[in-house]
């Protein structure tokens, strides 16, 4: 009875666990060789902007407008980041803080007029053409200004 029992036990090890184990493992030797791949970032491919789209081209404005909703949540959290940099240098520095941190303070207040000069006074509602507007009001203000 044991004999059968291993002819048995033998002919499954042999006929389906060995060749699906060998699989596997070969598998996972591959996998192991290849660069890891993170799925907590997604990268998404860069749209055309709204001034390329056409007006009756729904899809590729309403990709412009999330395009332009990412870019802005990026800079952002890239104004809090520097935001926060340059709070934790006045924490580090204390009662120097004014002369060690002018670097940090330069950053921080070029990059956050940079937000405000494309984001600021769009309201709640922002899209990409409002902001294309904003922008092309914007020159149009600086060439009268180069002009008088």
Not at 14 to 21: C, K, Q, R
Not at 57 to 66: K, N, P, R, S, T
Not at 97 to 111: D, G, I, S, Y
């Amino acid at each position: 009875m044991s004999g059968i029992i291993d002819l048995i036990t033998k002919g499954y090890y042999y006929t389906i666990d060995a060749p699906v184990s060998a699989v596997r493992g070969f598998i996972e030797r591959q996998h192991e060789k290849r660069e890891p791949v993170y799925y907590y970032h997604r990268r998404f491919r860069r749209v055309p902007t709204v001034d390329e789209c056409t007006l009756d081209d729904y899809v590729c404005v309403y990709e412009a407008d999330m395009q332009y909703v990412r870019d802005q949540r990026i800079d952002q959290q890239i104004v809090y980041l520097l935001q926060k940099e340059l709070t934790e240098c006045y924490q580090r520095e204390g009662v120097n803080a004014p002369q060690l941190c002018q670097k940090e303070m330069q950053t921080f207040e070029e990059n956050s007029d940079n937000y405000e000069i494309k984001y600021g006074d769009l309201g709640y509602n922002k899209s990409s053409f409002r902001c294309l507007l904003k922008q092309k009001a914007r020159m149009q203000k600086e060439l009268q200004a180069q002009d008088s």
